[in-house]
Protein backbone atom coordinates (compact mmCIF):
# COMPACT_ATOMS: atom_id res chain seq x y z
CA UNK A 1 0.00 0.00 0.00
CA UNK A 2 1.64 3.25 -0.85
CA UNK A 3 1.34 6.12 1.98
CA UNK A 4 1.36 10.03 1.20
CA UNK A 5 5.03 10.19 1.32
CA UNK A 6 6.27 7.22 -0.49
CA UNK A 7 7.16 7.71 -3.97
CA UNK A 8 4.86 7.94 -6.97
CA UNK A 9 1.71 8.43 -4.17
CA UNK A 10 0.83 11.81 -6.02
CA UNK A 11 0.12 9.38 -9.05
CA UNK A 12 -2.76 7.28 -7.05
CA UNK A 13 -3.83 10.25 -5.46
CA UNK A 14 -4.65 13.20 -8.07
CA UNK A 15 -5.22 15.55 -5.37
CA UNK A 16 -2.11 15.00 -3.42
CA UNK A 17 -0.22 17.38 -5.20
CA UNK A 18 -2.73 20.35 -4.64
CA UNK A 19 -3.24 19.31 -0.73
CA UNK A 20 0.60 18.95 -0.34
CA UNK A 21 1.44 22.12 -1.74
CA UNK A 22 -0.71 23.59 1.17
CA UNK A 23 2.28 23.06 2.74
CA UNK A 24 4.37 26.12 3.16
CA UNK A 25 0.98 28.52 3.58
CA UNK A 26 0.82 26.40 6.62
CA UNK A 27 3.79 26.48 7.96
CA UNK A 28 3.66 30.47 7.75
CA UNK A 29 0.89 30.61 9.53
CA UNK A 30 1.85 28.37 12.77
CA UNK A 31 5.14 29.86 12.83
CA UNK A 32 3.43 32.92 13.33
CA UNK A 33 0.53 32.17 15.68
CA UNK A 34 2.84 30.27 17.89
CA UNK A 35 6.39 31.50 17.38
CA UNK A 36 8.01 27.92 17.46
CA UNK A 37 9.40 26.30 14.24
CA UNK A 38 8.96 22.98 16.02
CA UNK A 39 5.47 23.57 16.81
CA UNK A 40 4.65 24.88 13.51
CA UNK A 41 5.85 21.34 11.98
CA UNK A 42 3.99 19.59 14.83
CA UNK A 43 0.84 21.25 14.28
CA UNK A 44 0.78 20.50 9.90
CA UNK A 45 1.77 17.77 10.61
CA UNK A 46 -1.20 16.94 13.17
CA UNK A 47 -3.61 18.59 9.72
CA UNK A 48 -2.47 16.24 7.52
CA UNK A 49 -3.06 13.18 9.93
CA UNK A 50 -6.47 14.93 9.84
CA UNK A 51 -7.34 15.30 6.48
CA UNK A 52 -5.81 11.50 5.45
CA UNK A 53 -8.19 10.49 8.19
CA UNK A 54 -10.89 10.94 6.63
CA UNK A 55 -12.13 8.77 3.53
CA UNK A 56 -11.76 9.89 0.16
CA UNK A 57 -15.74 10.53 -0.07
CA UNK A 58 -15.45 12.74 3.05
CA UNK A 59 -12.20 14.38 1.56
CA UNK A 60 -14.17 14.85 -1.91
CA UNK A 61 -17.17 16.60 -0.33
CA UNK A 62 -15.28 19.33 0.84
CA UNK A 63 -15.13 22.40 -1.57
CA UNK A 64 -11.66 23.94 -0.78
CA UNK A 65 -9.50 21.57 0.46
CA UNK A 66 -6.76 24.81 1.43
CA UNK A 67 -9.58 26.30 3.10
CA UNK A 68 -10.02 23.41 5.16
CA UNK A 69 -6.43 22.88 6.05
CA UNK A 70 -5.91 26.03 7.05
CA UNK A 71 -9.18 26.28 8.93
CA UNK A 72 -7.65 23.06 11.18
CA UNK A 73 -4.22 24.24 11.29
CA UNK A 74 -5.81 27.66 13.13
CA UNK A 75 -7.75 25.50 15.61
CA UNK A 76 -4.94 23.46 16.68
CA UNK A 77 -3.11 26.59 17.03
CA UNK A 78 -5.69 28.43 19.31
CA UNK A 79 -5.56 25.31 21.39
CA UNK A 80 -2.01 25.38 21.50
CA UNK A 81 -1.89 28.68 22.28
CA UNK A 82 -3.79 28.67 25.17
CA UNK A 83 -2.06 25.99 26.74
CA UNK A 84 1.30 27.64 25.76
CA UNK A 85 0.72 30.39 28.66
CA UNK A 86 0.89 27.29 31.41
CA UNK A 87 4.10 25.93 29.66
CA UNK A 88 5.61 29.40 29.86
CA UNK A 89 5.24 29.84 33.45
CA UNK A 90 6.90 26.60 33.74
CA UNK A 91 10.13 27.74 31.71
CA UNK A 92 13.28 28.57 33.21
CA UNK A 93 13.73 31.59 32.93
CA UNK A 94 12.44 34.41 30.04
CA UNK A 95 10.61 33.00 26.99
CA UNK A 96 11.81 34.55 23.34
CA UNK A 97 10.38 33.47 19.88
CA UNK A 98 12.38 31.05 18.09
CA UNK A 99 14.84 33.02 15.71
CA UNK A 100 15.28 32.11 11.66
CA UNK A 101 17.67 32.61 10.01
CA UNK A 102 17.71 33.93 6.23
CA UNK A 103 16.61 31.37 3.31
CA UNK A 104 19.73 30.89 1.63
CA UNK A 105 21.34 30.17 4.95
CA UNK A 106 18.72 27.85 5.88
CA UNK A 107 20.32 24.45 7.32
CA UNK A 108 17.98 21.29 8.14
CA UNK A 109 18.77 20.34 11.71
CA UNK A 110 17.21 16.77 11.41
CA UNK A 111 19.54 13.80 11.60
CA UNK A 112 21.00 13.39 8.00
CA UNK A 113 21.47 17.29 7.74
CA UNK A 114 21.06 18.15 4.30
CA UNK A 115 19.03 21.34 3.14
CA UNK A 116 15.26 21.84 4.52
CA UNK A 117 12.40 21.38 2.37
CA UNK A 118 11.27 24.37 0.72
CA UNK A 119 7.91 24.61 1.93
CA UNK A 120 9.34 24.46 5.27
CA UNK A 121 11.12 27.48 5.34
CA UNK A 122 9.00 30.57 6.36
CA UNK A 123 8.32 33.59 4.11
CA UNK A 124 10.37 36.78 6.29
CA UNK A 125 8.50 40.12 5.76
CA UNK A 126 7.53 42.40 8.34
CA UNK A 127 5.50 40.31 10.39
CA UNK A 128 8.30 37.76 10.91
CA UNK A 129 10.95 40.47 12.79
CA UNK A 130 11.47 39.98 16.56
CA UNK A 131 9.88 42.83 17.96
CA UNK A 132 6.43 42.03 16.38
CA UNK A 133 6.25 38.73 17.28
CA UNK A 134 7.06 39.43 20.69
CA UNK A 135 4.16 41.33 20.85
CA UNK A 136 1.89 38.94 19.45
CA UNK A 137 3.04 37.33 22.48
CA UNK A 138 1.37 39.57 24.68
CA UNK A 139 -1.65 39.06 23.14
CA UNK A 140 -4.78 36.67 23.85
CA UNK A 141 -4.90 33.60 21.89
CA UNK A 142 -8.43 34.66 20.23
CA UNK A 143 -6.57 37.98 19.75
CA UNK A 144 -3.68 36.68 18.24
CA UNK A 145 -5.71 33.90 15.57
CA UNK A 146 -8.01 36.76 14.74
CA UNK A 147 -5.20 39.48 13.86
CA UNK A 148 -2.47 37.13 11.58
CA UNK A 149 -5.69 35.70 9.76
CA UNK A 150 -6.96 39.16 8.87
CA UNK A 151 -4.12 41.08 8.80
CA UNK A 152 -1.53 39.13 7.30
CA UNK A 153 -3.37 36.05 5.50
CA UNK A 154 -5.90 38.16 4.64
CA UNK A 155 -9.05 36.20 5.50
CA UNK A 156 -12.31 37.79 5.54
CA UNK A 157 -13.87 38.57 9.38
CA UNK A 158 -17.01 35.86 8.60
CA UNK A 159 -13.95 33.25 7.93
CA UNK A 160 -12.01 33.86 11.40
CA UNK A 161 -14.93 34.09 12.90
CA UNK A 162 -16.25 29.99 12.40
CA UNK A 163 -12.16 29.37 13.32
CA UNK A 164 -12.19 31.53 16.31
CA UNK A 165 -15.65 30.14 17.72
CA UNK A 166 -16.95 33.74 18.00
CA UNK A 167 -18.89 36.40 15.62
CA UNK A 168 -17.72 38.27 12.52
CA UNK A 169 -18.03 41.39 14.73
CA UNK A 170 -16.33 40.50 17.72
CA UNK A 171 -13.18 39.06 15.39
CA UNK A 172 -13.18 42.57 14.31
CA UNK A 173 -12.66 43.83 17.76
CA UNK A 174 -10.15 40.99 18.66
CA UNK A 175 -8.22 42.02 15.40
CA UNK A 176 -8.80 45.99 16.41
CA UNK A 177 -7.31 45.18 19.63
CA UNK A 178 -4.44 43.51 18.70
CA UNK A 179 -3.90 46.55 16.09
CA UNK A 180 -3.70 48.72 18.89
CA UNK A 181 -1.13 46.40 21.28
CA UNK A 182 0.97 46.76 18.00
CA UNK A 183 0.99 50.36 17.49
CA UNK A 184 1.62 51.14 20.53
CA UNK A 185 5.13 49.18 21.06
CA UNK A 186 6.27 49.91 17.25
CA UNK A 187 9.47 52.39 16.61
CA UNK A 188 9.96 54.65 14.32
CA UNK A 189 11.15 52.59 11.48
CA UNK A 190 15.13 52.56 10.88
CA UNK A 191 16.02 51.90 7.51
CA UNK A 192 17.55 48.56 7.05
CA UNK A 193 21.03 50.29 5.73
CA UNK A 194 21.05 52.11 8.89
CA UNK A 195 20.19 49.01 11.39
CA UNK A 196 22.95 46.81 9.77
CA UNK A 197 25.51 49.81 10.03
CA UNK A 198 24.86 49.55 13.69
CA UNK A 199 24.65 46.17 14.37
CA UNK A 200 28.03 46.58 12.85
CA UNK A 201 29.09 48.57 14.86
CA UNK A 202 28.26 46.77 18.22
CA UNK A 203 29.71 44.04 17.15
CA UNK A 204 33.17 45.57 16.71
CA UNK A 205 32.70 47.13 20.20
CA UNK A 206 31.93 43.72 21.40
CA UNK A 207 34.99 41.88 19.93
CA UNK A 208 37.22 44.94 21.37
CA UNK A 209 35.21 44.35 24.83
CA UNK A 210 34.71 48.38 24.65
CA UNK A 211 32.41 49.26 26.77
CA UNK A 212 32.17 52.77 26.25
CA UNK A 213 31.81 52.03 22.36
CA UNK A 214 29.10 49.68 23.28
CA UNK A 215 27.50 52.42 25.43
CA UNK A 216 27.22 54.67 23.22
CA UNK A 217 25.60 52.59 20.74
CA UNK A 218 22.54 51.29 23.38
CA UNK A 219 19.59 53.42 24.08
CA UNK A 220 19.97 54.49 27.67
CA UNK A 221 16.73 52.60 28.79
CA UNK A 222 18.48 49.52 26.35
CA UNK A 223 16.58 46.18 27.42
CA UNK A 224 18.63 42.68 26.94
CA UNK A 225 16.62 39.39 27.20
CA UNK A 226 18.08 35.83 26.84
CA UNK A 227 16.45 32.64 26.51
CA UNK A 228 18.23 29.66 27.64
CA UNK A 229 15.36 27.41 28.74
CA UNK A 230 17.38 25.76 31.24
CA UNK A 231 19.16 24.21 29.16
CA UNK A 232 22.58 26.21 28.89
CA UNK A 233 23.28 29.40 30.82
CA UNK A 234 21.90 32.52 30.57
CA UNK A 235 20.33 35.94 31.96
CA UNK A 236 16.94 34.54 34.03
CA UNK A 237 16.25 38.15 34.17
CA UNK A 238 16.18 40.82 31.29
CA UNK A 239 19.42 43.60 31.88
CA UNK A 240 18.11 47.17 31.59
CA UNK A 241 20.07 49.98 30.91
CA UNK A 242 22.81 50.85 28.11
CA UNK A 243 25.82 50.18 30.78
CA UNK A 244 24.04 47.27 32.71
CA UNK A 245 23.58 45.75 28.65
CA UNK A 246 27.29 46.82 27.73
CA UNK A 247 28.60 44.94 30.36
CA UNK A 248 26.93 41.99 30.48
CA UNK A 249 27.93 41.45 26.79
CA UNK A 250 31.73 42.01 27.92
CA UNK A 251 31.64 39.69 30.80
CA UNK A 252 29.22 37.07 28.13
CA UNK A 253 32.85 37.94 26.00
CA UNK A 254 35.23 37.07 28.64
CA UNK A 255 33.64 33.88 29.30
CA UNK A 256 34.18 32.61 26.11
CA UNK A 257 37.46 34.20 24.64
CA UNK A 258 37.32 32.00 21.58
CA UNK A 259 33.52 33.60 20.76
CA UNK A 260 33.01 34.20 16.84
CA UNK A 261 30.72 36.79 15.84
CA UNK A 262 28.94 36.94 12.88
CA UNK A 263 26.69 39.66 11.03
CA UNK A 264 23.66 37.38 9.54
CA UNK A 265 20.03 38.03 8.95
CA UNK A 266 17.67 37.17 12.15
CA UNK A 267 13.80 37.04 10.99
CA UNK A 268 14.52 39.39 8.30
CA UNK A 269 16.56 41.96 10.04
CA UNK A 270 20.28 42.67 11.00
CA UNK A 271 21.33 40.63 13.55
CA UNK A 272 24.48 38.29 14.99
CA UNK A 273 25.32 34.47 15.36
CA UNK A 274 27.56 33.63 18.12
CA UNK A 275 29.45 30.83 17.51
CA UNK A 276 32.06 28.39 18.93
CA UNK A 277 33.97 26.37 17.40
CA UNK A 278 32.26 26.10 13.98
CA UNK A 279 28.95 25.46 16.26
CA UNK A 280 26.27 28.11 16.64
CA UNK A 281 25.78 28.69 20.04
CA UNK A 282 23.47 31.71 20.49
CA UNK A 283 21.59 34.15 17.76
CA UNK A 284 20.75 37.36 18.79
CA UNK A 285 18.03 39.80 17.35
CA UNK A 286 18.04 43.89 18.21
CA UNK A 287 15.12 46.51 17.70
CA UNK A 288 17.10 49.53 16.76
CA UNK A 289 15.26 53.08 17.31
CA UNK A 290 16.96 56.03 15.52
CA UNK A 291 20.66 55.52 15.75
CA UNK A 292 20.35 53.55 19.37
CA UNK A 293 19.90 49.70 19.76
CA UNK A 294 16.86 49.82 22.40
CA UNK A 295 16.54 45.42 22.74
CA UNK A 296 18.54 42.61 21.96
CA UNK A 297 17.05 39.03 22.31
CA UNK A 298 19.57 36.56 22.77
CA UNK A 299 18.53 33.01 21.80
CA UNK A 300 20.75 30.36 23.41
CA UNK A 301 18.52 27.31 24.38
CA UNK A 302 19.68 24.97 21.74
CA UNK A 303 16.05 23.74 21.21
CA UNK A 304 15.38 26.64 19.52
CA UNK A 305 18.86 26.60 17.39
CA UNK A 306 18.02 24.03 14.71
CA UNK A 307 17.91 25.88 11.82
CA UNK A 308 21.33 27.29 11.98
CA UNK A 309 23.00 24.01 13.25
CA UNK A 310 24.11 20.99 11.39
CA UNK A 311 22.18 17.77 12.01
Known amino acids: MTTPSEPGADRLDPGLSAIMSERSQLINLAYRLLGSLADAEDVVQETYVRWYAMSRREQE ?18 D ?6 ARRERYVGEWIPE ?8 INGRPGGGVVDPADRVTLDESINMA ?3 VLESMTPAERVAFILHDVFRYPFAEVAEIV ?6 CRQLAVSARRRIRASQAPATPAARQAGIVKDFKQAWEAKDIN ?19 VSAALLPVEGSEQVARYCV ?11 LERTVNGQPGLVLQL ?5 GVMAFEVTGDRIKRIWGVRNPEKLRPWTTG
Open 61 to 78: AIESPGGWLTKVASRVCL
Open 80 to 85: LLGSAR
Open 99 to 106: PLPERTEW
Open 132 to 134: FLV
Open 165 to 170: GRTPAA
Open 213 to 231: ALIGLLDPDATAIADGGGL
Open 251 to 261: DVAAMAPDLTI
Open 277 to 281: DDVTV
